[in-house]
């Protein structure tokens, strides 16, 4: 019998104590989604080709936005670089399809996929719990649906996007060597929401 890799997450170790945490600081995992970065100037015919592929209207351009497409997040990490985000697209396809639309154009798109997972932080807490380790104003008025930043929290970098306009649903994008760090300090954080 032939030996076979089994597929898991960075955070599979973790799930008995994340599903421990009460429901108004929950965290879960969202493994596995596809995240491909992706450098093309945005005013040129790369980024009309690359927002083809991931179908929206145009790649963001104001600093610290996303625009979402029917099944890809596009994330404004710079100038002229993006990453996309999909639960429901494959890697690998995805940069297929973007460097075959951007490359003969002076862009790239490379799947980094492995390198990074998602979290996903729910419940009427949720803020309260970010506002423990991260510097940003993370009120609804300034940070809402929309947004999505590059920034620390505890000591891990993380692309964080808030998905409610109450401020109690958001995604935690994180390097998946940070992930097992960032998953013990966000239980640590909740832990006075318990009980």
């Not at 994340?18 to 969202?30: F, G, K, N, Y």
């Not at 596995?32 to 450098?39: E, P, R």
């Not at 963001?60 to 994330?75: E, K, L, Y």
């Not at 985000?85 to 639309?101: C, I, K, P």
């Amino acid at each position: 019998m032939a030996d076979t890799l089994t597929r898991r997450s960075p955070l599979h170790s973790h799930e008995s104590r994340l599903a421990a945490l009460p429901a108004s600081a929950s965290v879960t995992e969202e493994p596995f989604f596809a995240m491909v970065d992706l450098w093309v100037d945005p005013d040129g015919p790369g980024g009309a080709a690359a927002a083809g592929v991931l179908g929206v209207d145009a790649l963001p351009t104001a600093p610290s936005t996303v625009v979402d497409g029917p099944d890809v997040s596009v994330i404004w990490l710079g100038p002229q670089e993006w990453l996309a985000v999909s639960a429901t697209r494959d890697g690998e396809d995805l940069e297929a399809a973007l460097r075959d639309a951007v490359g003969e154009l002076g862009g790239a798109a490379v799947d980094v996929s492995a390198q990074r997972t998602s979290l996903r932080l729910r419940g009427a807490h949720a803020r309260a719990v970010l506002a423990k380790g991260c510097s940003l104003d993370l009120h609804p008025r300034v940070f809402g649906p929309g947004s999505a930043a590059q920034t620390m929290l505890g000591h891990a970098g993380v692309v964080l996007m808030p998905t409610s306009d109450e401020g109690v649903d958001y995604r935690v994008i994180v390097r998946s060597s940070f992930a097992r760090y960032l998953a013990d300090w966000l239980i640590d954080a909740a832990e006075e929401f318990a009980g």
